[in-house]
C-alpha cells in the first residue's frame, strides 16, 4: 500500500529534454561537451551526458576543430574529438560534428586553396557510424560594428585565400565533404543569423547559390548565443528559420546558451528562462527544425564568462548541478502542447535511431 502510494506520487514532471523534444517529433536534444574541460573529471557531468533521456545528441566542441585534427601538415590525430564520438556511439547518440573549417582554431602551419581537396581520403576513412550532421563552415560573412551590410571576413577569404565574389573555399568545402560523405548532412552554421537582418539575408542568397550549382547543402545552423533581454523573440526566430527551410534546407539551432550579466537574480534568471522558451518554442513551431543543441550543458564549462566581461550564467545546470529555471522554460516550450502538430511524431524522428 505505501509502495504504491509512492509510485503514484511520482511527479510526472520528471520527464526530460531529449525524452521531450522526440516525444514532440524532433531528432533530438543534444549539447555540446569538451573532453578537455573540468566537467571529464566530475561524475555527476558525465551522467548527465550520459543520460539520453536528456541528451540524444551531442557535439564536440573543439575536438574536431582544424588545429586539433591536423596540428602538422599531413599528421593527422582524431583521438580528441573521438572521445566524444565514442561516447556518443556507445550511448547511442548522434554526432554532430563541428567544425571543418572558420575563421578562428585553423591549422597552425597556414593552408592554401587545394588543402580541401588533397584531404578528402582523410574525411572519408574517418567518419564515426553515427555522425548525422557535419558543421562544414561557419563565420564566414561579420557584420560588423557600424557595419549595415556582412562582409567577408578577410582574416580568412582575404589573408590566406585568394579574392573572390563568393569565397571560393565554401563550395569547396561542401563539394569536398559531399565527396567524401554521401550521408552526413551537410550544414553552414553562423552566428546573428537567427534574426531579419542583412547577415540572415546574405545566408539565404549563400544556400540559394550553392544551390543554383548544384552543391549539396542540407541545413543551416543557427547558433543562438544570446543575452538574457535581447534575444530575439520567437515570431522573429520562426520567420527567419522559415525563410531557410523555404529553400529547401533543414535548421537546427546548434550552440544555443542565453548569458546574462551577473550577479544572477530572480529577475534575469526569469528572463533567460522565458528566452530559453522563446528560443527553443521557435524550433518547436518551424517542422524544418530538426532539434536543439545547447552549448555545454553546464555553467562551470560555459564559454561565456571568458569572452564575455561580467557575463555569464548561460547554460541550464548551475555550478551546484541544480537546474535553471530556463530548464523548466525549456521544458514548457516542448510541452507546450497549444502549438500545431503537438503528438503527432512530426515526421523528423524516423531512419537515423
Ligand atoms: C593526439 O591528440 C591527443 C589529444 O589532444 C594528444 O593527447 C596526443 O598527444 C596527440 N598525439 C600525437 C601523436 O600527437
Ligand atoms: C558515460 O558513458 C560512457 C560510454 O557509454 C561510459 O564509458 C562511461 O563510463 C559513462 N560514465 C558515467 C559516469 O556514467
Ligand atoms: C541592410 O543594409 C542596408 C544598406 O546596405 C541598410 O540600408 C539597411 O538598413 C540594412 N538592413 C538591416 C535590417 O540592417
Ligand atoms: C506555444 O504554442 C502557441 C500556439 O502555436 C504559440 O502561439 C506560442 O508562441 C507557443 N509558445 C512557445 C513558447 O513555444
Ligand atoms: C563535481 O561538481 C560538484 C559541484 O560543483 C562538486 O560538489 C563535486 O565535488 C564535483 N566532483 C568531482 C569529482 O569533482
Ligand atoms: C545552487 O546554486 C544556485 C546558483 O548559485 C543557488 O541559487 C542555489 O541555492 C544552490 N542550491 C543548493 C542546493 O546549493
Redesign the pocket.
Known amino acids: 500500500m505505501q509502495l504504491l502510494l509512492a509510485v503514484l506520487a511520482l511527479p510526472l514532471a520528471s520527464a526530460q529534454l531529449n525524452e521531450l523534444a522526440q516525444k514532440a517529433g524532433k531528432l533530438y536534444f543534444g549539447t555540446a561537451t569538451d573532453n578537455e574541460d573540468i566537467g571529464f573529471q566530475n561524475k555527476t557531468y558525465l551522467q548527465i551526458l550520459n543520460d539520453t533521456k536528456e541528451f540524444g545528441q551531442l557535439t564536440p566542441s573543439n575536438g574536431q576543430k582544424w588545429f586539433a585534427v591536423e596540428p602538422e601538415l599531413g599528421v593527422f590525430n582524431y583521438s580528441y574529438g573521438d572521445v566524444v564520438a565514442d561516447i556518443a556511439t556507445a550511448n547511442k547518440q548522434i554526432l554532430r560534428c563541428h567544425n571543418l573549417v572558420w575563421h578562428s582554431q585553423l591549422a597552425p602551419w597556414g593552408y592554401g586553396i587545394s588543402y580541401l581537396e588533397q584531404r578528402k581520403p582523410h574525411r572519408r576513412s574517418h567518419r564515426p557510424r553515427n555522425q548525422r550532421s557535419q558543421t562544414l563552415v561557419q563565420p564566414m560573412l561579420r557584420l560588423g560594428r557600424g557595419q549595415?551590410?556582412p562582409q567577408r571576413r578577410r582574416d580568412l577569404s582575404q589573408r590566406h585565400l585568394p579574392p573572390s565574389p563568393r569565397p571560393e573555399y565554401i563550395r569547396i568545402a561542401f563539394r569536398a565533404a559531399a565527396a567524401a560523405d554521401p550521408h552526413a548532412k551537410l550544414y553552414y552554421n553562423d552566428y546573428n543569423i537567427e534574426s531579419?537582418?542583412?547577415k540572415s539575408?546574405a545566408v539565404r542568397a549563400l544556400v540559394r547559390d550553392l544551390k543554383k550549382e548544384g552543391i549539396r547543402i542540407d541545413g543551416v545552423g543557427l547558433q543562438s548565443h544570446f543575452t538574457a533581454g535581447s534575444a530575439p523573440s520567437i515570431d522573429n526566430l520562426i520567420w527567419t528559420m522559415e525563410g531557410y527551410t523555404k529553400l529547401g534546407v533543414e535548421v537546427a539551432l546548434t550552440e544555443l546558451d542565453i548569458r546574462i550579466m551577473e550577479p544572477e537574480t530572480s529577475s534575469n534568471l526569469a528572463q533567460q528562462s522565458s528566452d530559453y522558451k522563446n528560443a527553443v518554442g521557435a524550433c518547436m513551431l518551424v517542422d524544418g527544425c530538426v532539434g536543439v543543441t545547447v552549448w555545454d550543458f553546464w555553467d562551470p564549462v560555459s564559454w561565456v564568462p571568458g569572452v564575455f566581461t561580467g557575463m555569464g550564467s548561460a547554460c541550464l545546470w548551475f555550478g551546484n548541478f541544480t537546474k535553471h529555471p530556463a530548464y523548466q522554460g525549456v521544458v514548457e516550450a516542448l510541452t507546450n502542447d497549444t502549438r500545431r502538430g503537438f503528438g503527432g511524431g512530426g515526421g523528423h524522428n524516423g531512419g537515423w535511431w
Do not use: D, V, Y
Open positions: 549595415r551590410s531579419p537582418n542583412n539575408a
